[in-house]
């Protein structure tokens, strides 16, 4: 053993201790980095052997160094931070509609449905005031307004989830790129064996961020370089990587309108992606399954509305006498959609609040056989023509006459001419002189009540708390308008409710692991200052080592 | 186990965050005094809400219905017991007339007074609430009973064809003939008695020699031979100009397809959930007796031509018709007492209910005050202290002791 390898031995351990130094230092600066994992400078003895005493330590080796992470947490948090992205994504679907319906409060879509049904209660008690009327239509325009609101806020919403999975996919797109080129970064390091602990350090990190967005799994081959497969599909390998593409195709939405929406498919494959998990499958469900549902609803709801006041409104008889008039507009559907009449649009006195007569089915048989032949003069129709004392079939409801002679079907208008007001039929030529004539028809009996009857905009206020909705097997309705919105607004509590505590549970799951993660990977400070110390220690004792064995070499050189 | 700084953040970050947001949560609360502030809050209480919400406006508006309703029935329970009054002053003049004391001048001025009895009587059937007449069912528009005058003898009315005119012409001294509004070519009926006056060319007619008249079948008996004519409008045989029909009559109001409105119709309030109660009084049921079928207006008219002509057997049946009247009157009155009676009671419940379903209401939807108050304390307390804690345990480390 010479005094040289003394000198060896202590230059060795210099140079580990800077080593050391360094990696140290590196921890130290990047504690705070997101991502990044402790790493530890791992030495051990060098010795050769000598044949007098066997192994002699020739000083210390540095053998790598190695990255601290445990990539099994590492996994089980990619597993949860997918389920974490799910669910961020529905429970912001669900508060934006929770913020659209913006119920419990006094500016909900029931609260105008209240007082648009207040407002003919109103009307029902002064039916022929001006301004009673007046307040129907202004309340009815208003609720018109919420719906159309209420209904464009969904459909905005709706197209938002349609740009956010256009962003998402580009974002997916660029994480496999870097990935990708981190793939050819570390197997080129690698193979080497070298470490390539930042590469990977930035693979993982990357690796998390995409698990949020997609279902992904993970498999590493030896060289050190990943597969990555999203529901079944390659995208990321060690020689190859897949882009997303955005497809467009039209849907049809329940008010006949339609609107364009994004379809993500690979563009290698041109499979189309169906996502298994992560914040694009809650995207997709927010979007085709979830939004569409209140769109839905309030579409039913508004169209109910429409069909059911309309059938009494339609019954029921104006200001002025008339009858067979619309409150809503029947051909717009749909709660974006719906309208006032034109009728009603221009002058509140259309409104019905009256009723009329019932109607009546009557039929009467002519006998025109010999001296009964009635020629061109008016014949009155009696609403019971073997009843006695006849009574004369007025107000005869237009569309319910039919004329025949037991083979031919007569036509109004040029074979005879029916007074519906007064009830009496006349023939226009003498074709059918001497056939008998079958005539069926609708009288109505009473006719218009007057202005002062309340009784249509009695019923339509009754509708309020009437059963119109969710029939049941007999096809009668078994929940009012409110029943009907208020259990609406309760399922979407209780599907934010679940959303909301799924995704804290899931939050809570990934912080577990993280903390875990934490343990194994995370700088501490403490740890790295004592490590300095340690290794300051050993810099200044090893430097000591070369200025002994420096002076022990002096002192021979100089005997 | 391993401990190390970015634990400590985490956790730390973690707690904070949970804590900050739990106390976010119940200043909101205490702010708006609601403890639902979204449906997610509750979803079972939310639902439940927004029903009784929809409920409370029910109420309300029920209430609103009833007051309604009730200024309705009390405008025409005034009208009613003023038409009492009236009636017991006719039955007083009644039994004056019919007294063999008084003469033929003075039954004359107690027919003036009868006639103002009559207006007055129409006046009150015509009695109108929020511009609606009240005795009219259904036709508000439209008076129970409306005036049709036949006025004097100008070329306009002529034209108009607004006077009334009968004919003659054809038949026999002693013989009957009716009057016809110029109007519309209908009978006329319901005349009310003193009004009537008839002169052709500056001749006037005298009723009781020349002519005499059935008020209420509105005819003509012809006395004088000078009234054999044809009156019609529009017959060249007879310069109309020269011919003054003049009276007033009374008719009952039409519906648009002319049917006399008075006897139908009805007007309801929704007092309750699905109860709809009928407020009005038809004029047909405040001037006929159901028992007798004797009409308010007939006697009052029948009673003034019996005074003008001094019949002393038709002003004594007249007492008795009057008291028929008295009857229908008190008989509608007592109804719609009772109908008031119903709604006062379900004003009274509609109040308490009104009361319950507010507290209910509160109960689900308004944060208990103390309660939160206390919890926001405590949560800020645990804030505090882990606010405390952490502040204490991220500042030391090696570093500071080297």
């Not at chain 1, 719906?147 to 956010?164: I, K, M, Y």
């Not at chain 1, 070298?194 to 590469?199: I, V």
């Not at chain 2, 007074?113 to 009587?121: I, K, N």
């Not at chain 2, 319901?190 to 008249?213: K, R, W």
């Amino acid at each position: 053993m010479s005094l040289l390898s003394v000198l060896n031995v202590g230059t060795r351990a210099i140079f580990a201790s800077q080593l050391a130094m360094d990696v140290a230092g590196q921890n130290i600066s990047n504690a705070d980095v997101e991502g990044y994992s402790r790493k530890r400078l791992n030495l051990q003895p060098d010795y050769r052997f000598d044949s007098a005493y066997g192994q002699i330590g020739m000083g210390v080796d540095v053998i790598n160094i190695e990255r601290l992470r445990n990539e099994f947490i590492d996994e089980q948090i990619r597993r949860q931070n997918q389920q974490v992205g799910y669910y961020e994504e529905l429970d912001y679907t669900l508060e934006s509609i929770e913020n659209i319906f913006t119920e419990p409060s006094d500016t909900g879509v029931i609260h105008f449905v209240d007082q648009f049904f207040d407002s003919w209660q109103n009307l029902s008690n002064n039916p022929s005031d001006i301004s009673a009327r007046t307040m129907v239509r202004t309340n009815a325009e208003i609720l018109i307004d919420v719906f159309h609101n209420v209904s464009g806020e969904l459909a905005n919403l709706r197209q938002t989830r349609n740009e956010e999975i256009q962003q998402q996919v580009n974002k997916i797109n660029e994480i496999c790129k870097e990935l990708h080129n981190l793939n050819l970064e570390i197997g080129t390091v690698e193979l080497n064996n070298q470490n390539a602990n930042d590469s990977r350090d930035r693979r993982d990190l990357l690796l998390k961020d995409l698990s949020k967005i997609i279902d992904i799994s993970v498999v590493e081959n030896e060289t050190g370089q990943i597969t990555i497969t999203t529901s079944g599909n390659i995208i990321v390998s060690p020689v190859y990587y897949q882009e997303l593409e955005t497809t467009t195709a039209t849907t049809k939405l329940s008010d006949g309108t339609s609107i364009m929406e994004i379809g993500v498919r690979f563009a290698d494959s041109k499979n189309i992606y169906k996502p298994q998990g992560g914040l694009i499958k809650g995207l997709f469900e927010s979007r085709d399954k979830i939004i569409p549902e209140y769109q839905k609803q309030l579409d039913t709801l508004a169209n109910s509305l429409v069909t059911k006041v309309n059938e009494l409104h339609s019954r029921g008889y104006n200001l002025k006498g008339f009858t067979g008039i619309n409150f809503f507009d029947p051909n717009l559907t749909g709660s974006s959609k719906i309208q006032l009449s034109a009728s009603i649009l221009s002058d509140v006195n259309n409104i019905a609040a009256a009723s009329g007569g019932e109607s009546h089915p009557a039929s009467q048989n002519l006998l025109s056989a010999g001296s009964h032949d009635f020629g061109s003069t008016p014949v009155q129709l009696y609403r019971d023509p073997l009843a006695l004392p006849l009574i004369e079939a007025r107000n005869i409801l237009t569309g319910t006459v039919i004329v025949s002679t037991g083979s031919a079907t007569l036509v109004e208008g040029s074979d005879y001419h029916i007074d519906y007001v007064n009830g009496t039929i006349q023939m226009l030529h003498s074709g059918y002189d001497g056939d008998d004539l079958q005539i069926d028809f609708n009288y109505r009996s009473g006719g218009f009540a007057g202005p002062g009857d309340n009784s249509t905009a009695l019923a339509i206020a009754n509708l309020r708390s009437e059963l119109t909705m969710n029939n049941d097997i007999h096809g009668n309705g078994t929940s009012s308008f409110a029943e009907y919105y208020s259990s609406m607004i309760g399922r979407l509590g209780l599907s934010r409710n679940e959303a909301d505590s799924n995704l804290r549970t899931r939050i809570f799951l990934v912080n577990q692991y993280e903390t875990h993660q934490d343990a194994i990977a995370g700088v501490s400070l403490d740890e790295e200052m004592a490590d300095l110390i340690k290794f300051q220690h050993t810099f200044q004792a090893a430097a000591r080592l070369v200025s002994i064995a420096d002076e022990m070499l002096d002192t021979l050189l100089n005997m | 186990m391993r401990i190390t700084m970015n634990q400590l953040n985490r956790s730390m970050q973690y707690v904070l965050n949970n804590r900050y947001s739990d106390l976010c949560n119940l200043q909101e609360q205490l702010a708006t005094g609601k403890r639902l502030m979204r449906p997610s809050d509750d979803p079972v209480d939310v639902a439940n809400a927004l029903k009784l919400e929809t409920k409370l406006r029910e109420y309300q508006q029920f209430k609103k219905n009833i007051n309604d309703g009730l200024a309705f029935m009390n405008v025409t329970g005034t009208a009613m017991e003023s038409m009492n009054t009236l009636l017991q002053r006719a039955r007083e003049l009644a039994i004056q007339a019919s007294s063999d004391t008084i003469g033929d001048t003075e039954r004359q001025y107690i027919n003036k007074e009868t006639e103002q009895l009559l207006r007055q009587m129409v006046a009150l059937i015509d009695t109108k609430y929020k511009g609606d007449y009240v005795f009219s069912g259904n036709q508000t528009k439209i008076p129970p009973l409306q005036y049709i005058s036949s006025v004097s003898n100008t070329v306009e009315d002529y034209t108009n064809y607004r006077m009334a005119y009968f004919d003659s012409s054809a038949v026999a001294l002693g013989s009957t003939v009716q009057i016809f509004n110029g109007f519309d070519d209908t009978p006329v009926k319901n005349i009310i008695p003193g009004t009537f006056e008839l002169q052709i060319a500056d001749t006037s007619f005298v009723e009781g020699v020349d002519y005499e008249v059935d008020y209420l079948a509105g005819t003509l008996t012809i006395l004088s031979p000078d009234l054999l004519l044809d009156v019609t409008p529009g017959t060249p045989a007879y310069d109309i100009s020269q011919v003054k029909l003049k009276f007033d009559s009374l008719s009952p109001g039409k519906d648009i397809y002319g049917s006399p409105i008075s006897s139908w119709g009805t007007i309801e309030r929704t007092i309750e959930s699905s109860i709809t109660m009928q407020i009005n009084i038809t004029a047909d049921e405040l001037t006929t007796d159901f028992n007798s079928g004797n009409n308010l207006i007939d006697t009052m008219i029948r009673f003034g031509q019996n005074l003008l002509r001094s019949d002393h057997a038709g002003i004594e049946s007249a007492i008795e018709e009057i008291d028929y009247a008295f009857n229908a009157i008190l008989a509608a009155q007592s109804k719609n007492g009772a109908r008031i009676n119903r709604f006062e009671t379900t004003l009274v419940r509609n109040e308490n209910q009104f009361t319950e379903t507010t507290a209910l209401q509160s109960e689900l939807v308004d944060a208990e005050m103390a309660e939160t108050i206390s919890k926001f304390l405590l949560t800020e307390n645990i804030y505090n202290a882990a606010l405390k804690a952490s502040s204490r345990l991220i500042q030391p480390s090696l570093v500071n002791y080297l």
